[in-house]
């Protein structure tokens, strides 16, 4: 249903990435509107106030996601967390909220679940008769290390059960929360059995707070890089996603500094803007780069043959045609000069302890 001619205009939130709470249009959601009642003038940012966010409960049956996808290396993932406070705008998950009955875009960012069960329910898995180790990704849909991680401690204690089972496990995070979890990291990495990976989308840090205005400063993203290397904790850093016209001119820049930080490892993709996501991106645009939202949204296009947004597997990471090659052949180009192109020895499953920890019989 489109805004009445009384709605107000959507405006930044101070920070939040999301212009608004558009609702989802798979579902036929009902939308909302700010309205004018006649009160007269408010000052902005009366209008504009920073939304609080509130946690809730996901009652989680299991703990382990499994995917058959072509274009991911990895079978299996945890994700402690639905919805993420660092509120970034290009976020591919936000569509998931839909599946709530709440909105991607503010709700995404302010109404988060927590499975607080997942320790107990991973201990379960993983002792379970059958079970088969493979590398476990931690936090890949939505972000391990959000702002609620500090105070409930879910993700420290999932990496503690793990660590007991001598698991294997993957991280990518775009937190420097990261750093209070080394204790537990740096053992298991020694012995071939834990990894990270940190994101950086861009070194702009004015952009940055705009783009994932909850996320940590890129400046401290580079800090948990060197924190991880030095205590021998082999890192990837992720420059991703790539998104054209705005921040695709950093690709270098971000390996550089990485690289100087110890990354051992560097990955990309180009900007996903599934469902949702592409109406949220256009709206941020426009509030946030109004002088480039037509040249971004035009290079995007030209990387999804002609759409915002490519579904099909083997193409949704990379993209197409000539501009999104040359990305491509940037980073390569990039990685290889800086070393970061070298292949990693994969963690090891073999140490993998089925019943945990046992007492000795005698």
Not at 73 to 82: E, K, V
Not at 125 to 144: C, F, S, V
Not at 323 to 328: K, P, Q, S, T, V
Request: net charge positive; glycine share 8%.
């Amino acid at each position: 249903m489109p805004p009445s001619d009384d709605a107000l205009p959507e405006q930044p939130r101070k920070g939040r990435g999301a212009v608004s709470n558009r609702p989802s249009t798979r579902f036929g959601l009902p939308d909302r509107h700010a309205v004018d009642d006649g009160w007269g003038a408010m000052e902005e940012e009366e209008w504009t106030p920073r939304e609080a966010a509130s946690l809730g409960i996901d009652a989680a049956r299991r703990i382990i996601t499994t995917n058959d996808s072509p274009d991911i290396g990895f079978d299996r993932s945890i994700n402690p967390y639905r919805g993420c406070e660092h509120g970034c705008i290009y976020c591919f998950a936000r569509p998931t909220h839909a599946y709530l009955n709440l909105s991607p875009g503010l709700d995404f960012e302010t109404r988060i679940l927590h499975k607080p069960d997942a320790p107990a329910l991973l201990r379960q898995e993983l002792a379970a008769r059958g079970y088969l180790p493979r590398p476990i990704m931690l936090g890949i849909n939505t972000d391990a290390y959000q702002p609620f991680e500090r105070h409930l401690g879910l993700t420290r204690h999932i990496l503690e059960v793990l660590a007991e089972f001598r698991h294997p496990v993957g991280l990518l995070t775009k937190s420097a929360l990261i750093e209070r979890d080394i204790d537990i990291l740096a053992p298991m990495a020694a012995a071939g059995l834990a990894r990270a990976g940190i994101s950086i989308t861009t070194l702009d840090r004015s952009l940055a707070r705009r783009m994932e205005p909850r996320a940590a400063t890129p400046g401290r993203r580079l800090a948990a890089i060197r924190a991880l290397s030095s205590a021998g904790i082999p890192v990837t850093v992720m420059a991703a996603p790539v998104i054209p016209g705005l921040t695709c001119h950093e690709i270098e820049p971000i390996l550089e500094a990485a690289a100087a930080a110890g990354a051992t490892g560097a990955g990309m993709t180009l900007v996903r803007l599934p469902h949702e996501i592409k109406a949220l991106f256009e709206e941020w645009l426009r509030a946030h780069a109004p002088d480039r939202a037509a040249r971004v949204l035009s290079l995007i296009r030209q990387c999804r043959g002609g759409r915002l947004n490519q579904a099909e597997f083997g193409e949704r990471m990379r993209g197409t045609g000539p501009y999104a090659a040359l990305l491509r052949q940037r980073f390569s180009l990039a990685a290889a000069r800086l070393g970061l192109d070298r292949p990693r020895l994969p963690l090891d499953t073999s140490q993998f302890r089925p019943a945990g920890p046992q007492l000795s019989l005698f």
